[in-house]
């Protein structure tokens, strides 16, 4: 069974960083596009940045020039740098992934999965 865990959350002031981890585990043949999303209280999930097999990355508009998004295909991980901290990046942030299973049950197609979670908050 294919699963995403996460790391790395935490409390941290205004200002200050986190390096959330994410390393997907199981019967896996391929990884296609990762990414991170979080979800505020009262409002919809949302993409903060996605990564491509190939390491091309995308942010949103209001993480740009202060998180980093990278990848390492052999360890099967996503990592998220966040810098300069703000209290409206406070959220619980999720991993996202495109997985092809190796097990013949799925036939060679690419189910997407989600990790469980992890809780940021920034003080102000």
């Known amino acids: 069974q294919v699963q995403l865990v996460e790391s790395g959350g935490g409390l941290v002031q205004a200002g200050g960083s986190l390096r959330l981890s994410c390393t997907a585990s199981g019967n896996i043949f391929s990884i296609d596009d990762m990414g991170w999303y979080r979800q505020a209280p009262g409002k919809q999930r949302e993409l903060v940045a996605g990564i491509t097999s190939g390491g091309s990355t995308n942010y949103a508009d209001s993480v740009k020039g202060r998180f980093t998004i990278s990848r390492d295909n052999a360890k099967k991980s996503v990592y998220l740098r966040m810098n300069s901290l703000k209290p409206e990046d406070t959220a619980v942030y999720y991993c996202?992934?495109?997985?092809?299973?190796?097990?013949?049950?799925?036939?060679?197609?690419?189910?997407?999965?989600w990790g469980q979670g992890t809780q940021v908050t920034v003080s102000s």
């Open positions: 996202n992934a495109d997985i092809v299973p190796g097990s013949t049950l799925y036939r060679g197609r690419t189910l997407q999965y």
